[in-house]
């Protein structure tokens, strides 16, 4: 069996994570700007929705922040809720760091210690749900 290959079993085409929050420019802007994804599309007043996708151009997965005209909490259920970045080597990693760090965005210490062993740094994003940049993939 091929592992780096979709199962037969599940002919998945796309896949998209999407959530709530009530801070959607500020989000946008932290995956945007900070981290330095692309937003793929915008939309507005879907049945009360908006929402902003987000990703890399080209790719079949993205995350999607949607708001709600009668509210979205989007707050973080625990410090293990993560989206896991993993990077080509410091050099990339720490770029992103740095410009994380121009937004005023300052690492927290990871729950599980294993992402400090390996090199990884956690970010909080508007909403508080965890990035977590790692330097080199694990497989």
Known sequence: MDVMTWPGS??????????????????????VEGLGLRELYRFENHAGYDGVMVG??????HLE???HVDG???????????LVLYFEGEAAMFEVVGRLGEFGVEP????????AANGGMAFPDPDGWIVML?????F
Do not use: H, K
Not at 56 to 61: R, S
Not at 108 to 115: F, G, I, K, L, S
């Open 108 to 115: 927290v210490a990871a729950e599980n210690p294993y992402w």
């Open 56 to 61: 890399l151009p080209g790719t079949d997965y």
């Open 134 to 138: 790692v330097p080199r993939p694990v």
């Open 65 to 67: 922040f949607t708001t």
């Open 72 to 82: 979205s909490p989007g707050a973080a259920p625990s410090a293990e809720n993560l």
């Open 10 to 31: 599940l002919r998945v085409a796309q896949v998209r994570v999407a959530r709530p929050t009530d801070r959607l420019e500020e989000v946008v802007r932290f995956y």
